[in-house]
């Protein structure tokens, strides 16, 4: 062998250090997300050539009608964002004055701050490193007398616990709120999420897997929970007549009745019908929509069984749980099985052969100053402690598994459509870096 011939042997195939690329292919729309056609162009300009009528709520309740329908539940109740699906569903639950919630870490703001809001405070748990969603046996410790409700979010599409989150609730007589802005559509154990706890809450803003352009939507079986939230930020429910209402109201309690016509909470939630109009059309499809995802994503993971460093984030084949529309698909990180390989440095790698990415999810809440000083009403103390009867703060090194998660779930390809062609290559980057992990350690 020749000298030059040794050199080009030994030359790295990894794009980073020299080598060819792996993923070569056009994806073509393979990421395009949402996926719009002409039909929701249709529902949109029919809406907004009505002029005053956009205001009314006849097709959001066409909407809310179709996802109860949808997810087999009683009420739905359409929102502005996911943001104030959540607010109402915790002034639902009765979340008040001094109360407490208890919510994981790593998280999305939206899914604890409106507790805030409120007048309650938020106790964070710890998440299970291999779904990372709450750990339930961080949760009963927590719970105390003032503790009203569990949020419990499908984070990144993976379903939570439920049954034994389910059943700590039921013991100790607390309210659980799914939100289900990551996994609309997911099932756990057959049943569809959202559907398990006492009320679900989702976003429909344009990034999540069910789109509305900017929406939200609470379900429930609840009663008493949709007519409180419904009184909280839906004036136009309460059983005021007016031009954007028909007034028959849906609110029976008399305690709530009495006072129709102002949102309780002085907020109005009420969801915009050009967004409700393309969220209909959005949900026609959306369930064979995320049939195809669904055999896309679980076909990228089957090629990569057994690589080591990468492992799937989703439910066993046989639990009858599912990820949904798989929003934010990520994939679990372990360096220890590629020779203590850091993340950004293997993410660096997968960037290399053509696929951009990076580690980390939701950053941990329960560090941010905002949920340790913030002063937002004036109480002359943080608002996390404004009403509380304990301080339920938590500073670093508390929440270990949280803490190190940035270092242990990365980005992976969001597929829309399942090409194995494509899916292929993206499959054989992952599996390239890996197997080639030792020459980035170098
Ligand atoms: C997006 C999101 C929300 C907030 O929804 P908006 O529609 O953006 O207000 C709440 N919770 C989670 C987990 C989210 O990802």
Redesign the pocket.
Known sequence: MSSTEVASSTKSSLALLGGPKAITKDPADMFTWPIITSEDEQAVLEMIHRGVGMSGTDVTKQLEKEVCEWLGVKYALGYC????S?LGAMFGCGVGIGDEIIIQSP??W??ALPALSLGATINFADILGDTLCIDPADIEHRISEDTKAIVV?H?CAYPAEMDEIMAIAEKHNVKVIE?V??AQGGLYKGRALGTIGHVGAF???A??SLVAG???MLITNDQNIFERAAAFGHYERTGLPSMYSDGKGQITNPELKKFAGVPLGGYKHRLNQVASSLARVQLKYYPQRIVEIQKAMNRFWDLLEGVPGIKAHRPPADSGSTMGGWYAAKGLYRSEELGGLSAEKFCQALTAEGFETRPGINGPLHLHPALHDADVYGHGKPTVIANASRDVRQGPGSLPVTEGIAKRAISIPWFKHDRPEIIEEYAAAFRKVAEHADELLK
Request: glycine share 18%.
């Open positions: 964002n996911g943001t104030a959540l998280v999305y939206a899914a979010v984070n939100d802005s990551h976003s429909m803003m990034g999540k900017e929406g939200g």
